[in-house]
């Protein structure tokens, strides 16, 4: 059974140029989590779905960032323009509604913005 | 958002126990995780605790207070593979707009030698 498929799973972009990151969840799962992590800050939620509908984008660092879920089985994350603080790993994770809430991870996108 | 507190790094022998600790607010509780995140790796699933008490699977335990804000996992029989960072995250439930969200600490590194 596959897991969260994540890609690219490594990026390397100069500044200002357009990012687009990309996830397939779990077959089934109706949440879907974008994450962020950082030496400095650790893994940050950054937006999360369910049932393919934004439920809480709070932790969107700025306008520079959007997300997408078209349908069940795809997500974009945008980065436009990038910045070389945006430099970090992007985890995808999913989950299926229930009492344990947990989440698997994808493999993460490791991006670097020179 | 809520503070998660565990220790930054530590350091055991191969064979030993070693208990890693995780303080958070109380307030509004729903449960606790403990992933494991190997270098370069994505972070995966190790136990969840809702209810007070050890939870016990293999070498690993997870203990959880919900009175005390405090969860610690414990490591036994220590293998070089379990060098990696442990990660704490608490489910609590969103400010606005229903459900639940999971905030990650900063992660423990541990590291095990001979």
């Known amino acids: 059974d596959a897991g969260v498929i994540q890609s690219p799973r490594h990026e390397v972009t100069e500044m200002g140029q357009e990012v687009t990151l990309r996830c397939k969840p779990i077959s089934g799962h109706d949440y879907l989590f974008w994450y962020r992590q950082t030496m400095m800050r650790g893994l940050e939620l950054l937006i999360y779905?369910?049932?393919?509908?934004?439920?809480?984008d709070s932790g969107m660092p700025e306008d520079r960032f959007s997300a997408k879920m078209p349908n069940a089985s795809f997500s974009t994350l945008k980065i436009q323009p990038s910045e070389p603080r945006d430099s970090a790993v992007y985890f995808c994770a999913s989950r299926m509604e229930g009492l344990r809430e947990t989440q698997y991870f994808g493999p993460g996108t490791r991006l670097l913005v020179l | 958002g809520q503070n998660i507190d565990q220790p930054t790094e530590m350091t055991a022998t191969e064979g030993a126990i070693v208990q890693i600790n995780c303080t958070y607010q109380t307030s509004g509780f729903n449960g606790l995780f403990w992933y494991q995140q190997h270098a370069g790796e994505a972070p995966t699933f190790l136990s969840y605790?809702?209810?007070?008490g050890l939870e016990e699977k293999g070498r690993f335990s997870s203990f959880l207070s919900r009175s005390k804000g405090y969860s610690y996992l414990l490591l036994k029989e220590l293998q070089m593979k379990d060098s990696a960072s442990y990660l704490c995250a608490v489910s609590f439930p969103r400010l606005t707009g229903g459900g639940n969200k999971l905030t990650f600490g900063t992660g423990t590194q541990l590291k095990v030698e001979l």
């Open positions: 605790n809702v209810l007070d």
């Open positions: 779905f369910n049932n393919n509908v934004p439920i809480d």
